[in-house]
C-alpha cells in the first residue's frame, strides 16, 4: 500500500491549501489517519488526526485554522488549511495507522507559506 499527499504548493500568508491524501489500493480495517509536519533539522511533528469514529486531534499552533477529514470509502483523508503563516510552511506527511497497529506513511508534500 502506498499513501501519495496531494495540495502542497506555494501560497501567500493568509491564504489557504487543502492537502489530500489517498492509499493506492483499499485498506482495510483503518483506525486513525493523521497529517504530520517536517521542517529541516526538526523532528516530525503532530498536526492533525482523526480516529475512524470521527474524533478530531489537533495540535495547539493550528488549532481553529486547519480542519481534518476523512472519506472512509476513499481511503482518503484531507486537512484543509486556512489562514496560512509563514511558520506553516514544512513537509506535510500523512500517516495512517490500522487496527492491527500497521502504519504507513505517505511521500510528503511541501507547502511553503512566504510573500
Known amino acids: 500500500v502506498r499513501l501519495q499527499a496531494f495540495g502542497g504548493g506555494l501560497v501567500r500568508p493568509g491564504g489557504s491549501l487543502r492537502l489530500s491524501c489517498a492509499a493506492s489500493?483499499?485498506?482495510?480495517?483503518?483506525?486513525?489517519m493523521a497529517w504530520y509536519r517536517q521542517t529541516p533539522g526538526n523532528t516530525r511533528e503532530l498536526v492533525a488526526a482523526i480516529t475512524g469514529r470521527g474524533s478530531t486531534n489537533y495540535a495547539e499552533f493550528v488549532k481553529d485554522r486547519f480542519t481534518i477529514s476523512r472519506d472512509n470509502a476513499k481511503d482518503t483523508v484531507y486537512l484543509q488549511m486556512n489562514s496560512l503563516k509563514p511558520e506553516d510552511t514544512a513537509v506535510y506527511y500523512c500517516k495512517v495507522v490500522l487496527e492491527s497497529n500497521q502504519i504507513y506513511w505517505g511521500r510528503g508534500t511541501q507547502v511553503t507559506v512566504s510573500s
Open positions: 489500493e483499499n485498506i482495510f480495517r483503518v483506525d486513525t
